[in-house]
């Protein structure tokens, strides 16, 4: 079944803890992309990936790092997560690009106390 | 730059009754524009997406939108509304890359 996968579903840390969310797809998609969804303020797009090694910052990358080593693989990190860091994560996915249909895994949902 | 705003973060319908979602969208080229659905404890999933064709767009489980140049609108409708549509939509514009709206919340009372 082709998917966008995410892990862990939900997670409760506390400040300055670092932590890795791992996303995957088995689409051999190129494009991949973090977005983070806040109410009110819809989904804003945290890092994107274009293809492997190749990552660039969206709207609201600071506090948080990616790395795409691998085509199927797009872990987000947080070095040092902050209490405003508490959101949904949803990765997502495309064939080629940010214009096209992305394809979103089901969220992780974060809290940081 | 892109953007889009939909009009009403909460929309309430009774079961039955017509469904519209508003969506307008700010682009300096024509672009692609999107619908898409979040159930809750769930992702985002396509409903339906413009790409220059036909302007009446066909989606899944009976929505459609209608391109509108003149008046850069991508509203989404629904001629009767059943209890399953309770979700969150998202209107989307992309050039470059995707811009997502603010969100609607739809209610569906029996």
């Known amino acids: 079944e082709a998917q966008v996968t995410q892990n862990p579903r939900y997670l409760i840390t506390v400040t300055g803890k670092k932590l890795t969310v791992t996303c995957s797809q088995n689409m051999n998609h190129e494009y991949m992309s973090w977005y983070r969804q806040d109410p009110g303020l819809g989904l804003r797009q945290i890092y994107y990936?274009?293809?492997?090694?190749?990552?660039d910052k969206g709207d609201v990358p600071e506090g948080y790092k990616v790395s795409r080593k691998e085509k199927r693989n797009f872990p987000l990190i947080l070095e040092s997560p902050s209490p405003n860091q508490t959101s949904l994560y949803f990765c997502?996915?495309?064939?080629?690009?940010?214009?096209?249909?992305?394809?979103f895994g089901p969220g992780t949902r974060l809290l940081v106390l | 730059a892109q953007s889009v705003t939909q009009l009403g973060s909460h929309v309430s319908v009774s079961e039955g009754a017509l469904v519209l979602l508003r969506c307008n969208y700010s682009s300096s080229v024509p672009p692609y524009l999107f619908w898409y659905v979040q159930y809750p404890n769930q992702g985002l999933q396509l409903l339906l997406k413009y790409t220059s064709a036909a302007t009446l767009v066909k989606g899944i489980n009976g929505f459609e939108a209608e391109f509108k140049k003149s008046e850069t609108s991508f509203h989404l409708t629904k001629p009767s509304a059943h209890m399953s549509d309770a979700a969150e939509y998202f209107c989307?514009?992309?050039?470059?890359?995707?811009?997502f709206g603010a969100g609607t919340r739809l209610t569906v009372k029996p």
């Open positions: 990936s274009m293809n492997v090694e190749v990552t």
């Open positions: 989307a514009v992309s050039e470059d890359d995707m811009r």
């Open positions: 997502a996915s495309s064939f080629r690009g940010g214009w096209e249909t992305q394809y």
